[in-house]
C-alpha cells in the first residue's frame, strides 16, 4: 500500500463511519456502552476519545447476529461506490482485531512505517503506515508498545482503521489466557474483541488521568 493510497483512505473514514453509525439504533448503543463498562462516565476533554472507541467497536466488533454493521453496510453499497470507497468496502469482510506489538522503533517523524506482530493470533505480522497515538505517547519509545485496535488487509498492504488503544503487558497476558479459556466458541472472538476493547479504554483513561495530574 502507498502512502497515497492509505492517506485516500484514511480521509474518507470519518464521513464512512458516521453514515455507517446512522444504522445503530438507540438500543443497541445503550447496550454497547454497558458492555465497554462506558455507562454514566463523564469524559470530560476525552469523551471524545471513548466515544470514538464505542463506535468503532459498534461497527467492526459488535456481531449480534451473522455480521457487524460494517459488514452488512459493505455488503449493500460496495457494488455502487468508486475508487478507495469501493476498495475499502470490499475489504470489511477481511477486518481483524488483535493486540499488536510494535517491532520497530519510530524516527521523530509524526508518521512512519513500521511492523506490528499480532500476539493474540500469531504468526500474523503486518507493515502499516502507523500514526502516533497521542500527546501522551510521544516521549516514550514506541518500539515494544502494545496496541489493540483494527486491522483491514487492502491494496496488498494492511491498514489501521483508527487511532489505537496502548496495553499493558497484564492486560496482553489476561487476553491470551482467555482466548485459550475460550477455544473454538463461535463467540470467542467476539467475547474477546469485546474485553480487550474494555480493558484498553480503562487503562487509556487511567494513562491519561496520570498525565493531566502530572501537567497540573
Not at 5 to 25: C, G, N, R, V
Not at 201 to 208: A, D, G, P, S, T
Request: net charge negative; hydrophobic share 40%; charged share 25%.
Amino acid at each position: 500500500m502507498t502512502r497515497a493510497q492509505h492517506d485516500a483512505i484514511i480521509k474518507l473514514l470519518p464521513d464512512l463511519h458516521a453514515t455507517m453509525a446512522e444504522e445503530i439504533s438507540g438500543p443497541v448503543q445503550d447496550s454497547i456502552f454497558r458492555q465497554l463498562g462506558l455507562t454514566g462516565k463523564q469524559g470530560g476533554g476525552d469523551e471524545h476519545v471513548l466515544m470514538a472507541h464505542a463506535i468503532l467497536y459498534a461497527l467492526y466488533g459488535f456481531r449480534p447476529g451473522r455480521q457487524t454493521v460494517a459488514e452488512g453496510y459493505a455488503q449493500r453499497h460496495a457494488e455502487a461506490a468508486q475508487g478507495e470507497l469501493r476498495e475499502y468496502l470490499s475489504a470489511i469482510g477481511g477486518v481483524r482485531f488483535s493486540i499488536h506489538r510494535a517491532l520497530d522503533p519510530l524516527p521523530g517523524q509524526e508518521s512512519q512505517q513500521v511492523r506490528l506482530f499480532d500476539e493474540l493470533d500469531e504468526p500474523n505480522e503486518y507493515v502499516v503506515w502507523f500514526d502516533l497515538l497521542a500527546e501522551l505517547h510521544k516521549e516514550k519509545s514506541v518500539e515494544g508498545l502494545l496496541c489493540a485496535g483494527y486491522v483491514v488487509p487492502i491494496f496488498g498492504g494492511h491498514l489501521h482503521v483508527s487511532t489505537l488503544l496502548t496495553c499493558s503487558e497484564e492486560m496482553l497476558a489476561e487476553a491470551v489466557a482467555r482466548k485459550g479459556a475460550l477455544g473454538r466458541k463461535a463467540s470467542a472472538q467476539s467475547e474477546l474483541v469485546k474485553f480487550v476493547t474494555r480493558r484498553a479504554l480503562h487503562e487509556e483513561m487511567v494513562l491519561r488521568d496520570r498525565a493531566a495530574e502530572r501537567d497540573e
